[in-house]
Structures are given as structure tokens and as C-alpha cells.
């Protein structure tokens, strides 16, 4: 199968997209722990990603509470009973990682949720930066706890510009 990819310039940084030319499979941050960069086989194709650049746009600009792309998010079957799940926290709304487990009706599972949120491969549009600590605070976050903050902030109409993700 064939992965086309790009690079679409964000608020945070420069977002890899990449997919198979009908769903969006990744969405990789330009820094932190889920930095990604497109493979050398990959093939080169903005055609492939128009709808999920103008959704990402408006999304950044607040016109825009909830993505319709095609997904196709490839994991365990727990890690996308939980990707699903992350779907149903509403925009603006943040749930702790037990809340999530319950959720998913595993509520002894807050690590493995805790784990599986840290491995979304398509972060943003899928919403794990909606996941705090069960103390209320901001957990770790694979594009780092500044976008996190950033990504809350916007959904809560109080984005703090200023940040400098290049």
C-alpha cells in the first residue's frame, strides 16, 4: 500500500499528514516525544490531504469544534477502543484518565488508557490533549505541554499566544 504525506504549517508547528489517499492515518508533531518525519518510501502528495488541511484550518482559526475526515488509526484493539473513546470528549471539555477508563467500562485501566492516549497517532484530531491528571493538571502530551496548553486554550477561546513552536 501506498502512503502519501505532507507538511501543513499550524499555529503548532508544521503537522506531517499522512494517509493512504482516502483516510488520514498520522499526524505527526514537528517536536516532542511523538516528533514525526515521513518515510523515505513514502510519496510526496498534498491532493491527497485538501479536506483535512481546510478542516485543521478552521479548527486553528475557532470555527471548527468537530473533525469529519476519514480516519483509519491503526493500533491494538484496546488502543482504539480508547482513540474511539478520546471522539467523545466534547470540544472544550477535558476528562481525567480514569474518567476515560470508565468510560471504555475498564475503570481499573487508567495506566493502560494513560498509555494507549500517549500513542494516538493522530493527535489533535483525535483529542488526547483533552485527557488531564486526575489532579486536574497537564500530563505529558507527545507534542509537548506548551501545544497541549496551547490546544486547551483555543478550545477554551483563551489561547495564549506567544508561543513560539518552530
Known amino acids: 500500500m501506498t502512503i502519501y504525506y505532507e507538511y501543513h504549517t499550524t499555529p503548532i508547528g508544521k503537522l506531517l499528514l499522512a494517509g493512504d489517499g482516502d483516510s488520514l492515518n498520522l499526524l505527526g508533531f514537528p517536536g516532542g516525544k511523538m516528533q514525526r518525519r515521513h518515510e523515505p518510501e513514502w510519496v510526496s502528495d498534498s491532493s491527497s490531504f ?10 486553528f482559526a475557532g470555527e471548527l469544534e468537530e473533525f469529519e475526515l476519514s480516519l483509519k488509526p491503526t493500533g491494538t484493539t484496546f488502543q482504539e477502543s480508547v482513540w474511539q473513546a478520546l471522539l ?31 500513542l494516538n497517532p ?27 496548553q496551547y490546544l486547551l486554550g483555543l478550545e477554551s477561546e483563551s ?6 513552536f518552530s
Open 50 to 59: 485538501k479536506e483535512v488541511r481546510q478542516q485543521l484550518d478552521s479548527y
Open 88 to 118: 467523545e470528549i466534547p470540544y472544550g471539555e477535558t476528562w481525567s484518565y480514569g474518567q476515560l477508563a470508565k468510560h471504555i467500562g475498564k475503570p481499573k485501566a487508567s495506566r493502560a488508557v494513560g498509555a494507549a492516549n500517549g
Open 122 to 148: 493522530i493527535p489533535v484530531i483525535i483529542p488526547c490533549h483533552r485527557v488531564i491528571g486526575a489532579s486536574g493538571k497537564l500530563t505529558g502530551f507527545g507534542g509537548g505541554l506548551e501545544t497541549k
Open 159 to 164: 489561547a495564549t499566544p506567544g508561543f513560539d
